[in-house]
Antibody
Framework: QLQLEESGPGLVKPSETLSLTCTASGASISSITYYWGWIRQPPGKGLEWIGHIYYSGSTYYNPSLKSRVLISVDTSRNQFSLRLSSVTASDTATYYC??????????????WGQGTLVTVSS | QSALTQPASVSGSPGQSITISCAGTSNDIGRANLVSWYQHHPGKAPKLMIYEVGKRPSGVSDRFSGSRSGNTASLTISGLQPEDEADYHCCSYAGSSIFVFGGGTKLTVL
């Protein structure tokens, strides 16, 4: 059974860079079947897709965040990471990592972490 | 890419059926079968309930069903139970490796 766990600072100052890591257990990040994604939910709002990555390193980003986002993968540690630069208060959200089943006629996030709240404040 | 449109809240009594709509465009919901629905109890990990418009993952109750008409997808929950009270989010592939979510719907079981 796949488990995903997000980790990283819960408080980030404005203009700095938010960094989170997602550690997978119970399955390999190097699977050719899946991608690995980040989604966030600001307080009181809906979910927002941030981007996803393949084990080979190919990345796909939300156009509205593309200039500030970097997603990377470390297959040796079975982890993938998110960096979001120049953060503002509007980046305050619960950040989720998830496995993306994107093959054939499927395009869905079938496993999620529990999420981690990141607050942007001085 | 604009977010999909869901009602902010719906409610129903135990045993009743409810339907949550998710309105999009021909660029997302209307383009392919890559529509999914997620159940989210606050503080817990979101759970995939429906994929490919109307398919259920193993272990998901058949009380949950999905459908699509044109550019609008729908999630129907029949025989409402107290544990169904949660937030529900729709999601669609929008081409060019882009995904878009709805604003979420809070389901209250009266």
């Amino acid at each position: 059974q796949l488990q995903l766990e997000e980790s990283g600072p819960g408080l980030v100052k404005p203009s700095e860079t938010l960094s989170l890591t997602c550690t997978a257990s119970g399955a390999s990040i190097s699977s050719i079947t899946y991608y690995w994604g980040w989604i966030r939910q600001p307080p009181g709002k809906g979910l927002e897709w941030i981007g996803h990555i393949y084990y080979s390193g190919s990345t796909y980003y939300n156009p509205s965040l593309k200039s500030r986002v970097l997603i990377s993968v470390d297959t040796s540690r079975n982890q993938f990471s998110l960096r979001l630069s120049s953060v503002t208060a509007s980046d305050t959200a619960t950040y989720y990592c998830a496995r993306l089943f994107l093959i054939g006629s499927r395009g869905d996030f079938d496993y999620w972490g529990q999420g981690t709240l990141v607050t942007v404040s001085s | 890419q604009s977010a999909l449109t869901q009602p902010a809240s719906v409610s129903g009594s135990p045993g009743q059926s409810i339907t949550i709509s998710c309105a999009g465009t021909s660029n997302d919901i209307g383009r392919a079968n890559l529509v999914s629905w997620y159940q989210h109890h606050p503080g817990k990990a979101p759970k995939l309930m429906i994929y490919e418009v109307g398919k259920r993952p193993s272990g998901v109750s058949d009380r949950f069903s999905g459908s699509r008409s044109g550019n609008t997808a729908s999630l129907t929950i029949s025989g409402l139970q107290p544990e169904d009270e949660a937030d529900y989010h729709c999601c669609s592939y929008a081409g060019s490796s882009i995904f878009v979510f709805g604003g979420g719907t809070k389901l209250t079981v009266l």
